[in-house]
Nanobody
Framework: QVQLVESGGGLVQAGGSLRLSCTAS????????MGWFRQAPGKEREFVAG???????YRHSANAERFSISRDNAKNTVYLQINSLKPEDTAVYYC?????????????????WGQGTQVTVSS
């Protein structure tokens, strides 16, 4: 059974940084596009960033400067680095895996999801 397990969330002050990790099991990780999404209270889940099997990444335009995504296929892990955190970044962050060959921002195109990790940014 495929599992995606996120870690690295927590409470951080505005201006700080976090690196989220997501480790996959029972998945041919290197063949999958990996994405990060987030969901703030009362809002819809939204795409943050993604990286395809070859390492080509795409970030939501609003996050391009502060967010970066990377993957380590040897560790079956994808990372999301968030810098200069803002209170509006407070959300549950989810990683997801897609069989698509290119990064897609659509939730429906992702086959597997993790349980999420909470990021809370205090002002």
């Amino acid at each position: 059974q495929v599992q995606l397990v996120e870690s690295g969330g927590g409470l951080v002050q505005a201006g700080g940084s976090l690196r989220l990790s997501c480790t996959a099991s029972e998945l041919t990780f290197s063949s999958y596009t990996m994405g990060w999404f987030r969901q703030a209270p009362g809002k819809e889940r939204e795409f943050v960033a993604g990286v395809n099997w070859s390492g080509t990444s795409y970030r939501h335009s609003a996050n391009a400067e502060r967010f970066s995504i990377s993957r380590d296929n040897a560790k079956n892990t994808v990372y999301l680095q968030i810098n200069s955190l803002k209170p509006e970044d407070t959300a549950v962050y989810y990683c997801a895996a897609s069989a698509a060959r290119v990064v897609d921002t659509s939730i429906g195109d992702y086959n597997y999801w993790g349980q999420g990790t909470q990021v809370t940014v205090s002002s």
